[in-house]
Structure formats: C-alpha cells, structure tokens
C-alpha cells in the first residue's frame, strides 16, 4: 500500500507544486488573452455608445454630428454581442478553472485583467496619435 496521497482527489488538502500551477495557469491565460482579442470590438462600442448618449445627455460630452439614429440601433448591436462574448467568457473560464486553479482566489481577476489587456493597448495606442 502507498502512503503518497491521491493527487486525484478533490478533497485532497495538499498545495501543487510551484511548477504545476504555473502550468496550470498558462492554458487560461492564454485562452483570455484570444478572448480579449475579440471583446476589443464590444468594448471600443461600448464606450462610443457611452459617449455619444448617457455622458452626452449628462453634459461631460458631446455626442457626434451624424449621430441621428437614437438608441435602438446601438443597443441591437451591443447587448447580443456583450452577452455573448460575456457568456463565453464565463463558460470558458468556469470550465479551465480545475486541479491547482479551483482553489486560487485571484483566479477571476486574473483573467479580466488578461482579457481587458488588448483593449487598453488600442485604447493607448490611439490616444498616442
């Protein structure tokens, strides 16, 4: 009989190794940072949504020219593609989440952060032009 513990066991309290859950971390990471590719369209419409109608209408901005249509043409676009992107990301994320990650307390804020980093580098590199 062995005395080494089930590593399968989930309710094993034993901590990985430092090397499994680097391991572990490289999959999800990633994962988000692919993710985070594709939510920069979202977010950059997003934030014209933002500034073109409730900051425009609270008076921090002002909304474009040739913005005639209202509202329900931006929503038609934004809330399925939000809601999806944010459904696959929570799919996604909840599925990865196994082994020496389920017991990581910045698990979720790792992932946003890695995910919202493509974003913000468009959004610095724009502002640099």
């Given amino acids: 009989m062995s005395t080494e513990p089930d590593r399968t066991d989930p309710t094993s309290t034993e901590s990985p190794s430092a090397g499994a859950a680097v391991v572990a971390w490289v999959v999800p990471v990633l994962l988000n940072l692919v993710l985070g590719l594709l939510a920069v369209v979202?977010?950059?419409l997003s934030v014209l949504f933002a500034i073109n109608f409730p900051l425009a209408e609270l008076g921090l901005t002002e909304r474009a020219p040739t913005e005639n249509d209202g509202t329900l043409?931006?929503?038609v676009v934004l809330v399925p593609l939000t809601?999806?992107?944010l459904g696959l990301w929570l799919l996604a994320g909840s599925l990865m989440r196994r082994g020496p990650l389920r017991a990581a307390r910045a698990y979720w804020w790792v992932l946003a952060a890695v995910a919202l980093l493509?974003?913000?580098?468009v959004f610095v590199l724009?502002?640099?032009e």
């Fill in 42 to 44: 979202p977010l950059w």
């Fill in 126 to 128: 724009v502002e640099l």
């Fill in 83 to 85: 809601g999806g992107l």
């Fill in 73 to 75: 043409p931006w929503l």
């Fill in 118 to 121: 493509p974003t913000t580098a």
